[in-house]
């Protein structure tokens, strides 16, 4: 068929193009104007529309759904809009269109199928759901699921009632209630989709699959037993003490109210689709809600900071000096995530324990063997160094000594590529110094990666005052490609996270040192919403570790450093390393003991102290220009500490709790405590830095 010919065949709507091929079949297209990813907004609803009128005026031999788009079939629905709206009304109405739109797919007497590629995410996966079929491409960046949960919601464009009927609710529930998403091999395995292939044979595939006309599956006997309501009854009771372990249905409303609309609506299509309008209509209503669509624009904007249009800088060999955890686990995580790294200490076995870290972290998260093998071979043991020449990044790594990293510098500097990014994982030596060692002191900057690095998603780009500008997007370019999220943040001691973390830390020992029980200083911790208790969280980190940067902290800033710390160190418990620490460890998990708690303050007041100290020292940052405007830091501390997502970060929660009210309660704790209570300057006129 000549191009001329293809071009009259084609149908052109502004987000949506259709073609028809020679059999008949229809391809449909989704295209975004102006974006490199598809997002379902109300225009390409209006483009949907239109487009099914006159699939439906003329049907083909099959309709076939795919995306135009190298990122992925369809992220989702637009966040954007939900974030716009003031009424439970406005919600119905968009919940009823989108329903409305995927009921016209699913009703359409011409066999389809749904091409996936990338991601295929909320809304996308939600309209899949509704085509008779799901083909993917077999490719790692594959992504499939329903993460509605993660902004207080959950599906409500059909997906809880399309997915329930097809894999039944056993393995439709935990994909809901976790917001997960699936690889292509888990998710034809779970029965979410038909089939796996090779891109290059996927619009065959889906040819074959129209032409064959393959019979629906369906959930089977347990999918219909669990229609009966006692049952449905039974199996909600089970997923709800299931999912409260988890979570508290006062801080994320949306798991629970899931499992209360399937028990209550499951089993009637009709009436359980009618079920999520409302259900989610209420929930949007929610704090909770709004504060996690807010935390999704943090995490958005965090992205859009290493977008790729703000640079031409494509990393792809990274040189890592330093073989220990740090290191030697950000090695690894590059080469997971393509980049080729060279990974340099000052004899092969040092860097053995980094490699064999590594493979385990490929074993967990390549199930294919083929990816796992490319995985190994991209991570290069290099005790000589000899990547330095090459490398595009380089990071150094190493211990925390100023003549070590200044003699590192010296050797490497001059065999830099010219446009190599030089970075520094230091936690607590000022940048400044570092800097003035080299001879262009502006192309240092830091990269300061979180412990586990495979689990923490925040990486701080730390500026010092001669950092070049180029550099600095260039870092945050290179944490992009690799899949993390860059925060901006200024040299000064701890940085951002730590800094902000520490005194939280040390008000939970002063606690623990005036009578008042690990074990409640914890739960208070975890009630608040936070992911970890801090007196858990100092052990895990490692007793010694809270104290080197507790000095460096202390004697920068005149934090007052508990004596409890300096005892406990003096006994040989360090945490979770060694066994003992605040806790006792049993097969690294702390045996609690239960204590009085002789200090007799009431749990709001152990919470409040722990607080307390955290929001101030977040106003000290703000003050100090750390970073630039208040919802850096919110992003920092939810993604690099887990800072209570439901809350919409520190300062988002210090606004909802009133800034006068929380400066008052500083004063009277300074008045009971001490000075470390003491309101920051900035407090006078908090709103100037919001």
Aim: hydrophobic share 45%; charged share 25%.
């Amino acid at each position: 068929m000549s191009s001329q010919k293809k071009e009259s065949q084609r149908q052109m709507y502004r987000h949506i193009y259709v073609e028809r091929d020679a059999e008949g079949i229809a391809w449909l297209s989704f295209d975004q104007a102006d974006s490199s990813a598809n997002v379902l907004t109300a225009e390409m609803f209006i483009d949907l529309d239109a487009a099914l009128d006159d699939i439906i005026k003329d049907p083909p031999a099959g309709l076939v759904f795919l995306s135009a788009k190298k990122s992925g079939f369809i992220a989702g629905a637009d966040v954007n809009a939900f974030a716009r709206i003031d009424t439970e009304v406005q919600v119905k109405e968009l919940i009823e269109t989108g329903q409305s739109m995927f009921y016209r797919i699913e009703a359409l007497a011409v066999p389809t199928v749904a091409l996936i590629h990338g991601f295929c995410l909320g809304g996308g996966l939600e309209l899949s759901l509704a085509c008779d079929y799901r083909i993917v491409c077999e490719d790692e960046s594959a992504r499939i699921g329903l993460p509605e949960v993660l902004l207080g919601i959950h599906p409500g464009f059909g997906g809880c009632v399309r997915l329930i009927r097809l894999i039944g609710v056993l393995k439709a529930m935990p994909l809901m209630l976790t917001g997960r998403s699936l690889d292509a091999r888990r998710a034809q395995r779970m029965g979410v989709v038909d089939q796996v292939v090779p891109r290059r044979h996927i619009k065959t595939a889906a040819i074959k699959m129209i032409n064959k006309k393959a019979a629906l599956k369906h959930k089977g006997f347990l999918g219909r037993l669990s229609n009966i309501i006692f049952v449905r009854t039974l199996i909600a009771k089970i997923i709800r003490k299931q999912t409260a372990a988890k979570v508290s249905k006062e801080h994320y409303p949306a798991p629970f109210a899931l499992i209360d609309l399937w028990e209550q609506k499951g089993g009637n299509d009709v009436v359980m689709m009618k079920g999520e309008a409302d259900s989610i209509a209420k929930l949007f209503m929610h704090p909770t809600a709004k504060r996690l669509v807010r935390v999704f624009g943090l995490q958005e904007k965090l992205k859009g900071l290493g977008a790729s249009k703000k640079s031409d800088f494509e990393p792809k060999h990274v040189h890592v000096i330093g073989a220990g955890v740090m290191g030697g686990d950000i090695a690894a995580w590059c080469a997971l995530k393509g980049m080729r790294v060279t990974l340099q200490d000052r004899e092969p076995q040092y860097i053995g324990p980094a490699i064999k870290r590594a493979n385990k972290l490929f074993t967990r998260r390549l199930k294919n063997k083929y990816e796992r093998q490319a995985a190994v071979d991209r991570l290069i043991p290099d005790h000589k160094g000899l990547g330095v020449e090459h490398a595009d990044v380089v990071i150094e790594a190493i211990i925390e000594n100023l003549d070590a990293k200044i003699s590192l510098y010296k050797n490497i500097e001059p065999r830099l590529k010219e446009n190599a990014v030089m970075a520094t994982n230091t936690s607590s030596i000022p940048l400044e110094i570092l800097a003035e060692q080299l001879e262009q002191p502006s192309r240092l900057i830091g990269l300061h990666f979180f412990n586990p690095v495979a689990k923490m998603q925040l990486v701080e780009v730390i500026r010092s005052d001669v950092s070049g500008e180029k550099e600095l997007q260039n870092g945050m370019s290179f944490t992009r490609a690799i899949d993390r999220l860059p925060l901006p943040a200024k040299s000064s001691p701890g940085f951002l996270v730590n800094r902000i973390l520490l005194p939280y830390l040390l008000e939970a020992v002063e606690l623990l040192d005036e009578g008042v029980p690990a074990t409640i200083i914890d739960k208070v911790a975890l009630d608040f919403g936070m992911p970890m208790g801090p007196i858990h969280l100092a052990d895990t980190v490692g007793l010694d570790i809270c104290q080197s940067v507790a000095k460096i902290l202390s004697d920068s800033l005149g934090m007052h450093m508990p004596s409890l710390l300096a005892v406990m160190l003096e006994e040989g418990r360090l945490g979770v390393k060694s066994g003992r620490g605040f806790y006792t460890y049993k097969k690294g998990k702390p045996v609690a003991e239960k204590g009085k708690n002789e200090s007799l303050l009431s749990e709001q007041e152990v919470q409040d102290r722990m607080i307390l100290r955290l929001l101030n020292e977040c106003v000290a940052c703000l003050r100090e220009g750390i970073v630039t405007e208040a919802a850096l830091l919110d992003a920092g501390m939810i993604f690099g500490t887990g800072f209570a997502p439901f809350r919409g970060g520190p300062i988002h929660y210090l606004e909802d709790r009133g800034i006068s009210e929380i400066r008052q309660e500083l004063e009277q704790h300074e008045k009971q405590y001490g000075k470390r209570f003491a309101p920051d300057p900035a407090w006078k006129d908090l709103h100037g830095y919001l």
